[in-house]
């Protein structure tokens, strides 16, 4: 595997801190996607990005910042008003051009965060 | 607002025996549908996408525009099919955005 990385792989945060997770593609992919996962719920997506110094919100931002100052980085932030950040975190990225066969999403391995 | 529904959660089949995931989507716009898989330890991994009309591992999934469904189908499950699978729409507008199903984890027994 490489491609795209998250690191770290399982992170413990007390409540109230701020934890940031990161994430790392050289694919060259102009998109990049920030998802939680929790059991039965499959993949919510927190914010996106089509290009560098761009975002948009997803459908569960609250409680989460994001930042795209490089083409190759799009770290996640879980801020301290989020109210349930217990999960598995995935990042993804894809070439998202106009070409339909190329709009396919290519996924990290993944950050568990546990509050304790 | 766009949604994927995978009614099953769980499906559970004999090796050998054929396989159908079910997948449906609300979407006013022109979709783009997908299948990712997620194997243990592994990472989540495009199996097939409907713009291809391919056939990955055995599967096929056709665009059903009238019935909204894009189902996952394989003649003869395997064991090594047991994952999770994902189906995920993607919309050509609003910058490309992707909503995921639920998942429906397979289960293929010997």
């Known amino acids: 595997d490489g491609g795209i990385t998250q690191s770290p792989k399982y992170l413990f945060r007390k409540e109230g801190q701020n934890v940031t997770l990161s994430c790392e593609q050289n694919l060259n992919h102009d998109a990049m996607y920030w998802y939680r996962q929790d059991p039965g719920q499959g993949l919510r997506l927190i914010y996106y990005s089509q290009i560098v110094n761009d975002f948009q919100k997803g459908d569960i931002a609250e409680g989460y910042s994001v930042s795209r100052e490089k083409k190759e980085s799009f770290p996640l932030t879980v801020t301290s008003a989020q109210k349930n950040p217990t999960a598995f975190y995935l990042c993804?990225?894809?070439?998202?051009?106009?070409?339909?066969?190329?709009?396919?999403?290519?996924f990290g391995p993944g950050t568990r965060l546990t509050v304790l | 607002a766009q949604r994927v529904t995978q009614p099953e959660k769980l499906l559970s089949v004999f090796k050998g025996a054929p396989v159908e995931l079910k997948c449906n989507y609300s979407?006013?716009?022109?979709?783009?549908l997908f299948w990712y898989v997620q194997y243990s330890r592994q990472r989540l991994q495009l199996l097939l996408r409907h713009i291809s009309r391919e056939s990955i591992k055995g599967f096929t999934a056709d665009l059903n525009k009238g019935e909204t469904s894009f189902h996952l189908k394989k003649p003869f499950a395997q064991e090594e099919d047991s994952a999770m699978y994902y189906c995920?729409?993607?919309?050509?507008?609003?910058?490309?955005?992707?909503?995921f199903g639920d998942g429906t984890t397979l289960t293929v027994k010997p």
């Open positions: 979407y006013s716009g022109s979709p783009e």
């Open positions: 993804a990225s894809s070439i998202d051009k106009g070409i339909t066969l190329y709009n396919e999403q290519f």
């Open positions: 995920a729409l993607r919309m050509r507008t609003n910058a490309g955005k992707s909503t």
